[in-house]
């Protein structure tokens, strides 16, 4: 990339994190230093308000650069995430928003504990859900560095390392000193600038095919080399049983894990009721439908632009696709526009990452703070504001997705995204569900559902051809995988529904049927929730 390109975007990087970081400042000054104020905003936020900030958490680097890349790379077979992404939705409506909402008060763990034994349940749901936070980190991490990367030449391995930490500095900073107000405000501006970079890139595609759609896909299809096969099934999910199975654990997951993950859930709460939660989830359904959408015509746009030769030779994972579309459609390399255009792309981008992370960093230092400190806290030590606590565990997770970011820097950001949705619908969905539907679930049966899905998901991606035994693994030069597929959801999800179950049915503890109404009332009503 030439000089131009470097001083613009990081021209229009530093405005971004200079404005983000006045709005961090601001806040601080006007917070009251409660928890409900550093976890949940007050709970003063619209519908609309929220619903731009859940848009803002979850499309990610993932969806912006990685999902691009795979459609660029693998056509049919890589839109299925923008698919799987979206469908995830009508989970967290139908099933979780406004219950979630009515029943809990900062974390995913209140609302299981809103009828079990405290102890054991809060160190469970907290360590799945900073395991969760912690992967789901990493692929953001990984797509800072491919941008950096693309930004100054590809070469620079020093560059990506220092991004990966200056962002990881940066999540520290929004989180520790702003809370959850500063990163709502942060998560709103970041979805308006993503959906106007996006709106005006698809834009330009179609202008350049002259708003033909057949046109737009055959040419993907002919710059390809698979011919119609890059539009039909197969060209990644298909051939022999493996892949086959790897692509119905990765919808599994994709569907299944949003309504599991932390900081959407955590969401939820800085609404002032549940009819303000379903409304924002209504809100942030427009928004994402979509912008995912838009992804599609982003990657076939840069196979048939750019092509998948020239996007893997740029990163093998696909992850720079759009700066290199946004690139041409400007008017190439070294031209006024193409340079303006890659600037703004990789400015958005940039700018997605940071909004993601301080979200993410916010929900897993809640769970730290709220359920394991107040949890695993000996009775007689001196006791520290949950609010303290919080900001020293953001630090803490900051530097462990600052070095597994380093680690899996050449992985796919939208593939990794997907092992961190496998982990939540194995561990947070299955207890989640049956805290809220099932009358005669225990205590024993919650910290198994927890444990028997986290456990295996984590341990198959140990196992798994992702960390070891093939030439794009985390550890390429040695083989000790065990387990043929990449995503663990077909396997570990089922394990985290049936040691629920099986706690349950062997737990000695009859069932609060009492505590079980009350919740009940409570979740579908509203009453008594905070």
């Keep these: 990339m030439t000089g131009d390109h470097q001083t613009l975007a990081l021209v229009l990087f530093s405005v971004f994190v200079a404005v983000t970081l006045g709005i961090t400042t601001w806040v601080s000054r006007h917070r009251h230093g409660s928890a409900e104020e550093f976890y949940a ?3 003063l936020f619209s519908p609309l308000e929220n619903g731009f900030a859940i848009a803002g958490d979850y499309m990610s680097a993932a969806s912006f650069l990685g999902i691009s890349g795979l459609i660029a790379l693998y056509g049919y077979d890589g839109m299925l995430y923008s698919v799987g992404f979206l469908v995830a939705w009508l989970v967290v409506l139908l099933l979780v928003a406004e219950l979630v909402r009515n029943c809990g008060r900062f974390t995913l763990a ?24 912690v992967l789901y980190l990493v692929a953001q991490m990984v797509g800072a560095g491919s941008l950096v990367a693309l930004l100054l030449g590809g070469s620079s391995e020093a560059a990506r ?7 990881g500095a940066l999540m520290v900073i929004y989180v520790s000193l702003g809370g959850m107000r500063a990163t709502t405000w942060i998560q709103i501006v970041k979805a308006v600038l993503l959906m106007a970079g996006t709106i005006a890139l698809t834009v330009l595609v179609l202008l350049r095919f002259h708003g033909d759609v057949n046109s737009l896909l055959s040419s993907a299809a002919e710059r390809s080399g698979h011919g119609l096969g890059f539009l039909s099934p197969g060209l990644r999910y ?11 654990s990765l919808g599994l997951a994709l569907v299944l894990g949003t309504a599991g993950l932390p900081h959407i859930l955590s969401r939820f709460y800085t609404v002032p009721t549940a009819r303000a939660a379903r409304r924002s989830v209504v809100w942030s359904i427009g928004l994402i439908g979509s912008f995912y959408l838009m992804t599609i015509v982003l990657g076939f746009g840069a196979a048939a632009l750019i092509g998948p030769d020239e996007v893997r030779a ?19 390399a070294g031209s006024t526009g193409g340079t303006v255009l890659f600037a703004v792309v990789a400015a958005v981008a940039f700018a997605t990452i940071l909004a993601v992370v301080a979200g993410i960093t916010l929900a897993s230092s809640a769970s730290v703070a709220h359920d394991l400190y107040a949890s695993l806290r000996p009775r007689h030590a001196k006791q520290y504001s949950e609010v303290a606590v919080a900001r020293v565990a953001a630090a803490g997770i900051g530097a462990a997705a600052i070095g ?6 050449d992985l796919n950001v939208a593939f990794l995204v997907g092992l961190a949705f496998a982990v939540a619908a194995s561990a947070n969905l299955p207890v989640l569900l049956y805290s809220l539907f099932w009358r005669k679930f225990t205590t024993r049966g919650a910290v198994w559902s927890v444990y028997g899905g986290l456990i295996p998901a984590v341990l198959l991606v140990l196992l798994s051809p992702v960390v070891s035994g093939s030439p794009e693994s985390l550890f390429p030069g040695v083989d000790f995988h065990l387990f043929p597929l990449q995503n663990p959801g077909v396997v570990s999800i089922p394990l985290g529904f049936l040691a629920g179950w099986i706690g349950t049915a062997t737990s000695p503890e ?16 509203g009453a008594g929730a905070v």
């Design 41 to 43: 905003g007050g709970r």
């Design 110 to 133: 209140d609302v299981v504990a809103a009828r079990m034994a405290e102890r054991p349940v809060r160190i469970a749901a907290g360590t799945s859900s900073v395991a969760v936070s």
């Design 161 to 167: 390392s220092w991004t990966v930490v200056g962002v």
């Design 238 to 248: 298909g051939g022999d049983w493996t892949a086959r199975l790897d692509f119905i």
């Design 314 to 332: 740029s990163n093998a994972s696909g992850n720079t696709a759009v700066p290199l579309l946004a690139l041409d459609l400007g008017g190439g």
């Design 404 to 409: 597994l970011g380093l680690l899996a820097r």
């Design 510 to 525: 009859p069932p609060d049927e009492a505590r079980h109404a009350e919740t009940e009332v409570r979740s579908l009503t």
